[in-house]
């Protein structure tokens, strides 16, 4: 039973379009997390969600948009996708310690992002 | 301003030798550092970590060690295996978020 899990996979679109990635975990974490791997292969921190709160919310483009409908799902809207969105996209979530403090984080398999 | 930089973006190993991977960051502030192992088309999964209060963790095969003063930490795999080939990041913690470092690609040759 998967525990952070991501749809789709893979997501090829034009230039323009509106399109949303999924996530979920069943682990019972209170925060979970937006990551983007870009070409250089750097994973960044895109947003962070705590008890469907937004607690990071990097400098990225106001076209991306997280949701968090409750706390085991933190979907990502992206709209208007341009060609420098291509990246695979990975979600994560953490159990906080005592204190808040965030710790180990399991990620999701990532989503494969093309835009032509 | 690349806070965690892993300088080597390949290591080529041989089965049964030690692995050595190194990571330096740049922030006092963090307080806790973690190593990911990444096969491809697969998320990242949590391998070891290490508080700042310790300079070493050790866990079976993998062994993490850590210098405050030099501000640089390293993953020791050893013996290493054929199923060690991975990309392995470093990550460090300020208690808020993780930052990563860009990854190291370890080849364990037969």
């Known amino acids: 039973d998967t525990a952070v899990s991501q749809t789709p996979k893979y997501l090829v679109t034009q230039m323009g379009n509106d399109k949303s990635i999924k996530c979920e975990q069943n682990l019972g974490h209170d925060t979970m997390y937006w990551y983007k791997q870009d070409s250089k292969k750097f994973l960044k921190i895109m947003f962070s969600?705590?008890?469907?709160?937004?607690?990071i919310n990097e400098t990225v483009p106001n076209r991306f948009s997280p949701k968090s409908p409750d706390k085991a799902h933190l979907n990502l809207h992206i709209n208007s996708l341009e060609l420098g969105d291509s990246a695979v996209y990975f979600c994560a979530s953490s159990q906080d310690r005592a204190g808040g403090l965030v710790r180990e984080q399991f990620f999701g398999p990532g989503t494969r992002l093309t835009v032509l | 301003d690349q806070q965690v930089k892993q300088n080597s973006p390949s290591l080529s190993v041989q089965e049964g030798r030690i692995s050595i991977l190194n990571c330096d960051y740049t922030n006092s502030m963090f307080d806790y550092f973690l190593w990911y192992k990444k096969y491809p088309a697969e998320g990242p999964t949590f391998l070891i970590s290490i508080s700042s209060i310790k300079d070493k963790n050790e866990d079976g095969r993998f062994t993490v060690f850590l210098n405050k003063s030099a501000k640089h930490l390293s993953l020791h795999i050893v013996p290493s295996q054929p199923g060690d080939s991975a990309v392995y990041f470093c990550?460090?913690?300020?208690?808020?978020?993780?930052?990563f470092g860009q990854g190291t690609r370890l080849t364990i040759n037969p």
């Open positions: 990550a460090a913690s300020d208690g808020v978020s993780l930052v």
């Open positions: 969600y705590n008890n469907k709160e937004l607690i």
